[in-house]
């Protein structure tokens, strides 16, 4: 049994999904599959369909190009997508894959018994991814989320806040007498200008003491 068997079972082109898986594996991460492939089947030459992939990751949409010698892909991841649907025309069906901003992309000539199975295989992720998304939320919660002590008594009530009176200025202990410089009377002023000359040896000690004791007899 082939490796590309499993994605023949509902009757793929053969020739389409041996050249897509080819080149789908060689773009796979560390831990991702490949689900299912569809493959276009256009009503007239069908000679060089568009393939849509679906792994546990993403989609990928796979369109040959230059005449078939190349292959083109493009991807987008589940947390980018909104939804995905398909609409069923008289022969075959619209796979649309709707992302979480830009337009929608439409894949058209997809047989019915393919898109089925790609809209169930595309739903079954898009679920488990959301679920991944939700454990990751309530993960996030428990460890935001503070403990509750249901036995912790009440916190006592604090009293409302009322400002300090503000303190009375402090009067001096010792006030300060005021000196008051009183005029030298006339006696003093000769006293002390006879002690000048005395002090610059302009007189002797007798004429000092006589004139000392001539000025103290006129008061």
Not at 104 to 131: C, D, F, G, S, W
Not at 171 to 190: H, S, Y
Request: net charge negative; aromatic share 6%; glycine share 2%.
């Amino acid at each position: 049994m082939t490796s590309i068997d499993r994605f023949l079972s509902d009757e793929q082109d053969p020739k389409a999904v041996e050249k897509v898986i080819g080149k789908l594996n060689d773009l796979l991460t560390t831990g991702e599959e490949l689900l299912y492939l569809a493959v276009q089947k256009k009503p007239a030459v069908n000679l060089m369909p568009d393939s849509i992939a679906i792994s546990n990751k993403r989609i990928f949409y796979c369109e040959p190009g230059n005449l078939g010698l190349t292959m083109n892909f493009k991807d987008i991841s589940w947390k980018n997508i909104k939804e995905v649907s398909f609409k069923e025309d008289f022969f075959t069906s619209k796979f649309i894959c709707v992302p979480q901003s830009g337009e929608n992309i439409v894949t058209e000539y997809i047989p019915k018994a393919q898109a089925r199975k790609l809209h169930q295989a595309a739903n079954q992720q898009l679920e488990e991814y959301k679920e991944i998304l939700r454990q990751q939320k309530l993960e996030e919660n428990r460890a935001t989320a503070s403990p509750i002590n249901l036995n912790a008594q009440p916190l006592a009530e604090i009293p409302a806040y009322e400002p300090a009176p503000e303190p009375e200025p402090v009067q001096p202990l010792i006030q300060l007498a005021e000196v008051v410089e009183e005029p030298e009377d006339e006696t003093t002023l000769k006293l002390r200008k006879l002690k000048t000359l005395y002090d610059k040896h302009l007189i002797t000690q007798e004429e000092y003491e006589a004139k000392k004791a001539d000025i103290l007899d006129s008061l």
